[in-house]
């Protein structure tokens, strides 16, 4: 009896002890994936994401972007990282202010919000030059985006920089960063490159080499095949039959909310409604990650804009305005129909797929017996019977739909929220323009022939005036430039985006070229020039010029000043 109860506490001894050390073990922390979706630590998830660039934000607002973005129902944010931002000056780093990455990504987590860090390091998001530093241009024999090892040294440096700055914040290290990305689009431009199959595969190999986290690529179109390879645009539901990689999650990285904007055009807008059609009939399909591109937009501040032409708003008529304020119904209309799909998330992940055609337009998808998708992608209204059941299905619209109990869920085309009515009103009235005599030839460049206007000024001004002296009365001007204003001893003579034949009786020559953010869609950006190519008289080339960077105003930086100390100042 003794020796029995001896062997019963030794083996409640040998099971204690096995508990504590199960205990004890350290979570196993990875980031994989399936053929149905990302697996967090093993486990199927789905992931609904909002784009939101820390540039275009300040430190202040990141903290209610954040919450307003986690009381929606999405659970990840994504953001490229600005190599322009970082590196402006070759080998210097900046991570201060509204670049502080580190920063914004530990908020995100303390926000309970994963993380897609996208470092491209081309991002193209209508930013400056794409988010390449200018400086790239200047290294001999640089063919950026193709197979050149010039470019690829600069590349290399920059991402091993990066995710060494952010490896403790990886979530196999206890961080909120779940996937990363290298490139962006390149097989929208890949064509045009001699080497560009081999300098994607670069790309990626580099990247693994540089951690073994999980990385994506987007706009691939299946060219390489060892990371995953995603899908952006409005609708990418039909992406995912034709996807190349079938034993990958489908995955919707940039479902572009609205659109930038240009100067003097109108703010674009994409309703709710074809927003939550698009997501519903991507997750129908068998999608279980869509990321909105914005969800916030923010602002392009200072000179960041790309080009040309485009608003310093980045608004994006994203979930969230430029100000972080609710972008009312879109805003309420998503955060209903996050919440249908987050409360039926497990049986979207693991659920059997039961698809139906139930007449032309409309397919009906059931997952698990539990949820149902009825979707019409018709112009028109239609009226269905569906498992003994007549449904009004709106044209363009999903129904959701609880399969056991009939009940509709949820109606993408049916907006049950309130409308934003936003009124602009001016801080203050001007009643004088500020208004400054150029002083010409000061701080000047001379050279025989103009030069290209970004050599000159390195983009650090807008602004380049070519200055010379007139020996006849008729010249020819050849300008590739964004906006150009031409002058002769002061007076103005001819302005727009381009001139051709200037006759005058004046004696000096003064042109003010203008960029308007730099080129950021593209192939080969080391060949984008800008400014004054040349001016002829007759077959001759006017030669001996003087060049001079910026404006006055921003010298003194007058658009950052207090109207009563720039009048008592500058004036």
Request: proline share 3%; with cysteine.
């Amino acid at each position: 009896m003794k020796s029995k109860q001896r062997k019963n506490n030794q083996s409640v001894l040998l099971l204690v002890i096995l508990l504590l050390l199960f205990v004890s073990l350290p979570e196993q922390r990875s980031v994989g994936y399936d053929h149905r979706s990302i697996l967090i630590n093993q486990k199927r998830e789905l992931l609904l994401v909002g784009h939101i660039h820390y540039p275009r934000s300040t430190p202040d607002m990141w903290p209610q972007l954040f919450q307003s973005t986690k009381e929606a129902g999405i659970n990840t944010i994504d953001t490229y990282v600005f190599w322009n931002e970082h590196e402006s000056v070759r080998g210097q780093y900046d991570f201060n202010g509204n670049r502080d990455l580190r920063h914004f990504i530990q908020l995100a987590q303390e926000h309970g919000l994963y993380v897609v860090l996208r470092i491209g390091p081309y991002v193209c998001a209508e930013y400056n030059y794409g988010g390449f530093p200018v400086w790239l241009r200047e290294i001999e024999g640089i063919d950026m985006r193709n197979y050149n090892q010039q470019f690829m040294t600069e590349m290399q440096k920059f991402v091993e920089y990066v995710v060494d700055l952010t490896r403790d914040l990886m979530h196999s290290q206890g961080g909120p960063i779940i996937l990363l990305q290298i490139e962006n689009e390149y097989g929208n431009v890949q064509r045009d490159y001699s080497h560009g199959q081999e300098y994607i595969e670069w790309a990626v190999d580099m990247a693994l080499n540089t951690t073994k986290e999980q990385w994506l690529v987007c706009q691939q179109f299946g060219t390489v095949s060892q990371v995953l390879d995603t899908c952006n645009g409005f609708y990418c539901d039909n992406w995912i039959e034709s996807r190349p990689y079938k034993h990958q999650p489908a995955m919707h990285v940039e479902h572009w909310t609205g659109w930038f904007m240009h100067w003097g055009e109108l703010r674009p807008q994409r309703p709710a409604e074809d927003i939550a059609f698009s997501v519903a009939r991507f997750i129908q399909k068998g999608g279980t990650y869509t990321g909105y591109y914005m969800w916030h937009g923010g602002t392009n501040f200072g000179r960041t804009s790309g080009g040309p032409g485009i608003t310093t708003s980045y608004d994006y008529d994203a979930p969230l305005d430029e100000y972080g304020s609710k972008n009312e119904p879109k805003y309420s209309h998503l955060k209903q129909l996050h919440k249908i799909l987050l409360a039926y998330k497990d049986v979207i992940l693991y659920g059997h797929i039961q698809k139906y055609q139930v007449q032309n337009h409309v397919q009906a998808v059931s997952y698990g017996s539990r949820l149902l998708f009825l979707s019409n992608d018709g112009l028109e209204d239609v009226h269905v019977a569906f498992q003994d059941k007549f449904y009004l299905i709106p044209r363009w619209s999903v129904l959701l739909i609880n399969q056991r109990t009939k009940k509709i869920l949820f109606d993408t085309a049916s907006v049950n929220a309130p409308t934003t009515k936003r009124f602009y009103a001016p801080i203050a009235s001007v009643k004088s323009a500020l208004e400054f005599k150029e002083p010409f030839g000061f701080n000047g460049i001379q050279s025989k022939l103009p030069l290209e206007q970004i050599q000159v000024t390195r983009d650090t001004t807008d602004y380049l005036w070519y200055i010379t002296n007139l020996t006849s009365s008729e010249v020819q001007i050849d300008y590739e430039g964004d906006y150009v204003t031409v002058y002769v001893d002061g007076i103005l003579q001819l302005q727009g985006t381009q001139v051709s034949t200037l006759v005058t009786k004046g004696k000096q020559l003064q042109i003010r070229s203008q960029t308007m953010g730099l080129i950021n869609f593209g192939s080969h950006f080391e060949r984008y020039t800008r400014g004054l190519k040349s001016v002829r008289t007759g077959n001759s080339a006017v030669e001996n010029w003087l060049m001079q960077s910026g404006l006055r105003g921003e010298h003194v930086q007058v658009m950052c000043l207090r109207r009563g100390m720039a009048e008592q100042e500058h004036i």
